[in-house]
């Protein structure tokens, strides 16, 4: 058994009430975390550390768990920076620019696929990202969808079939027919390589019978559900995903105060992404809105080539600070613990004993940095599984 001793945390967060005071982060102050096989064994005072193997020293800076994105769509080839400059030129987003990503990934190979991904990932783990999910979604077909869910299973435990991210060309007709395909072969394709089943619920792409039927073959068959809702405007997803026990509806940004009360006391936690609203020049959801109704809110960052091409986790806590009415401690606890939450994890998003030893040592005294300095590169180092990734 080897271990591994992170020393001298001038601020540490935990996520772990209890574990030291300071508010739903579990702040501690001079504290060390002791790493033994990939888990935390021991978190406390600095002056009273364990000896271990091997040890690293934070010099006073923070130390926090690792990001969780808990949302991104990684598997597609191409890009839609053209797009985005209509847009910045006063073009509205429509998701129509979907099947243009479609086109490019179908043809793409399954290499060209593969290197996207791990370009994205490490991007993302530079920034501190230690968990991701990766959903499909430009392949819409039988073997596409499949290969595109089998090439994100080799980057994470969290893959999510979206079959039903619109309806392509070819079925423009006959949606009908599409959703047969997403029910049947598709599904049966997709599910050995997914954890996960997510429908965009949209005007535009599938309406709410086609949400829920979809959604309910991907539960019959052991996924758990997720639900693109309430985006582009106010609509029924929400509400469905609470109806359907989903881990979480992404994306709130048009919501009612029906859909605030039926989240509500649910378990369904609503995941907010910041980086569409900037990238389509949209209006951020109010987070506000939600915690004080009492909702558990997650951070992710949507990473995609159309609506939201970013895989930094500092850069959405930051605008989640700025444009959403979040507290520093909030939005980073939404993208550690919430994302967790989003992802119905345990094991991650909190530093407590038994925990993954997933965390980031930032160039910086305290999280309040991550959105006090945007877009500078505060990530000093990362730990997944106790193990240093490469420093940026
Ligand atoms: O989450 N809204 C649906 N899907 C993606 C956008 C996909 C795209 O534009 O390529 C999203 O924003
Ligand atoms: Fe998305």
């Known amino acids: 058994m080897s271990s591994l001793l992170v020393d001298n945390i001038g601020e540490l ?24 096989d990939g888990l935390v064994a021991w978190v406390g005072p600095a002056r009273d550390a364990p000896a271990a193997d091997r040890r690293i020293d934070a010099e006073g800076a923070a130390v926090l768990p690792g990001f969780v994105d808990s949302h991104a769509h990684l598997v597609f080839a191409g890009d839609r920076a053209a797009e985005f400059a209509a847009r910045m ?26 290197a996207t991904v791990g370009r994205l990932r490490g991007e993302g783990m530079r920034q501190g990202t230690t968990t991701i999910e990766i959903k499909s979604g430009y392949g819409l077909t039988v073997a596409d969808e499949a290969r595109s869910l089998r090439i994100a299973a080799e980057f994470t435990e969290d893959t999510t079939f979206l079959g039903a991210h619109v309806v392509p060309a070819e079925y423009a007709d006959r949606p009908d027919d599409y959703v047969g395909l997403v029910c049947g072969p598709m599904l049966a394709a997709a599910a050995p390589y997914a954890r996960w089943i997510d429908v965009f619920c949209e005007r535009g792409a599938f ?11 991907g539960q019959a068959v052991g996924l758990g559900v997720r639900v693109h809702a309430n985006q582009l405007g106010p609509g029924p997803g929400v509400r469905l995903g609470v109806e359907l026990g989903a881990a979480s509806v992404d994306h709130c940004t048009h ?10 006391g649910s378990p369904t936690v609503a995941t ?3 980086g569409a609203e900037f990238s389509t020049r949209s209006p951020y959801p109010d987070a506000r809105r939600l915690l004080d109704a009492g909702v558990t809110v997650a951070l992710a960052t949507d990473c995609n080539p159309g609506s939201s091409y970013t895989s930094s986790m500092p850069f959405c806590v ?22 967790a939450a989003a992802l119905r994890r345990s094991d991650i998003g909190r530093l407590a004993r038994g925990a993954r030893a997933d965390l980031m040592i930032l160039d ?8 006090y300095r945007p877009g500078v590169p505060l990530i000093r180092q990362v730990l997944r599984n106790g193990v240093p990734q490469c420093r940026p």
């Open 89 to 114: 030129a006063g073009e509205p987003y429509t998701g129509g620019g979907i099947r243009t990503t479609v086109g490019a990934t179908r043809a793409a190979s399954d290499d060209e696929l593969r």
């Open 364 to 371: 910086a005294p305290s999280y309040l940095h991550l959105a």
């Open 255 to 264: 919501l009612t105060d029906a859909d605030v009360d039926a989240l509500s």
């Open 207 to 217: 309406d709410v019978d086609h949400a829920r039927a979809i959604l309910a073959c």
């Open 318 to 339: 930051a605008l989640a600070v700025r444009e959403m009415r979040m507290t520093p401690a909030e939005a980073v606890w939404a993208a550690t613990a919430g994302g």
């Open 13 to 36: 967060v935990t996520n772990s009430v209890g574990a030291g005071g300071g508010g739903p982060l579990g702040l501690r102050h001079d504290a060390a975390v002791l790493v033994e």
């Open 272 to 274: 907010l992404l910041p």
